[in-house]
Every structure is written in structure tokens, then in C-alpha cells.
T-cell receptor
Framework: GAGVSQSPRYKVTKRGQDVALRCDPI?????LYWYRQALGQGPEFLTY????????KSGLPNDRFSAERPEGSISTLTIQRTEQRDSAMYRC?????????????FGPGTRLLVL | GQSLEQPSEVTAVEGAIVQINCTYQ??????LSWYQQHDGGAPTFLSY????GLEETGRFSSFLSRSDSYGYLLLQELQMKDSASYFC????????????FGTGTRLQVFP
């Protein structure tokens, strides 16, 4: 079966514009996670969902960042009024069950560049 | 704050054994995971330890000592394809699946 997919793979935008990043998890996976990864660093947690419920958004940097997963499958991470410091790789991951020790499967990421 | 420390880089030759250490300072501890990430690729899961001791999965093993807040990943019979970055990650709270990742260790395997 297909893995986690993300779109777009690359996004270049101008400062002040809004962007929406999409994640399509592995079919049947209950949990979905968003991370941000700077070059040479480990993934930094942003938020996660179980089904459609957002369980933890403590990693979202500020109120310009939001995420939703309205039907418990595809998720969108939205960044409003982008700033240059938002430039990074944004990764999505999904896991099969609610058990926290479940393996997280990462997607290829969306590389965001804010000019 | 919460932090996971790893060596920034490790080098070894093919066929050798290498150990990548991870020390953590977190508010709680509910398991240590290891992920591998090749350049340009996505992190992929390698192993998980919830209890003290050694877990073996083929050429890779992972160890945990909760009393020392310490774990390591052991890679045996190194191959060129093992050249990658390796991250440890901790779940620090019982009421969230949030993972805190370490700083990462870049492993270079030479022929």
C-alpha cells in the first residue's frame, strides 16, 4: 500500500502570504502528527490528531499556525502571514493505533521557502 | 527544559561496530525510540525500548537504562548503506503521543 504522502513537495511563497500544507496518511491510520525539521536537526513536534480530534497542539509556534483533520483522514497545516523564519521542512507522520509506542511512518515532507 | 543529547558525528569502517549514545533530560519518560534518516529522505523507525535492557533487531540493537536516563543504538557489521543520521526520541508525558527528538548523530561509514 501507499505510504504517507504530502503536497506540495516544494512551496515558495512571499512573506505575508498564507500557505496550506496537506498530508494524506496511510489508509486506516488513526494518529497523525505534524513536525517541522530544520536542516541538520531532528524533527520538532508541532501537533497531532487521533481521528479528527486534535490532541496536542503545544508545539505550534504561535497563533499563525493551525491544523485540522476534519474527517479523520487528510490533514492540513496552515501558516498565515508567513515569515522568513517559517522556512523549513514540514513533515507529517501517521501511526496505526492509539497506543503511543506504535511506529510513526513519516512522509516525504514539504519544503517551504518564504522569501 | 527537555533535551536529548547525542554526539553530532560518528565515523567507522565497513564491518565494524558502532554505538550511538543518547542521554535525555525530560519531565517524564515513557519510552525511547530510534529513527534513521538518509540524506534527502524521511525518518524511518528502527527500534523502541520501554524497559531497561537490550532489544535486538537484526544488525541493530538498542539499549536503555532508565536509572541513568541513557540509551544507545548499536550497529553491527556496518555497511555503506548505514551512512545516515540517527535520532533518538522520547515520549515524555503519559497523556500525549508527542515525541521529543534528539539532536541527531550523523554516521559516516567508510570502505
Amino acid at each position: 500500500g501507499a505510504g504517507v504522502s504530502q503536497s506540495p513537495r516544494y512551496k515558495v511563497t512571499k512573506r505575508g502570504q498564507d500557505v496550506a500544507l496537506r498530508c494524506d496518511p496511510i489508509s486506516g491510520h488513526v494518529s497523525l502528527y505534524w513536525y517541522r525539521q530544520a536542516l541538520g536537526q531532528g524533527p520538532e513536534f508541532l501537533t497531532y490528531f487521533n481521528y479528527e480530534a486534535q490532541q496536542d497542539k503545544s508545539g505550534l509556534p504561535n497563533d499563525r499556525f493551525s491544523a485540522e483533520r476534519p474527517e479523520g483522514s487528510i490533514s492540513t497545516l496552515t501558516i498565515q502571514r508567513t515569515e522568513q523564519r517559517d522556512s523549513a521542512m514540514y513533515r507529517c507522520a501517521s501511526s496505526l493505533a492509539l497506543a503511543w509506542q506504535e511506529t510513526q511512518y513519516f512522509g516525504p515532507g514539504t519544503r517551504l521557502l518564504v522569501l | 527544559g527537555q533535551s536529548l543529547e547525542q554526539p553530532s558525528e560518528v565515523t567507522a569502517v565497513e564491518g565494524a561496530i558502532v554505538q550511538i549514545n543518547c542521554t535525555y533530560q525530560t519531565s517524564g519518560f515513557y519510552g525511547l525510540s530510534w529513527y534513521q534518516q538518509h540524506d534527502g529522505g524521511a525518518p524511518t523507525f528502527l527500534s523502541y525500548n520501554a524497559l531497561d535492557g537490550l532489544e535486538e533487531t537484526g544488525r541493530f540493537s538498542s539499549f536503555l537504562s532508565r536509572s541513568d536516563s541513557y540509551g544507545y543504538l548499536l550497529l553491527q557489521e556496518l555497511q555503506m548503506k548505514d551512512s545516515a543520521s540517527y535520532f533518538c526520541a522520547v515520549r515524555a508525558s503519559y497523556n500525549t503521543d508527542k515525541l521529543i527528538f534528539g539532536t541527531g548523530t550523523r554516521l559516516q561509514v567508510f570502505p
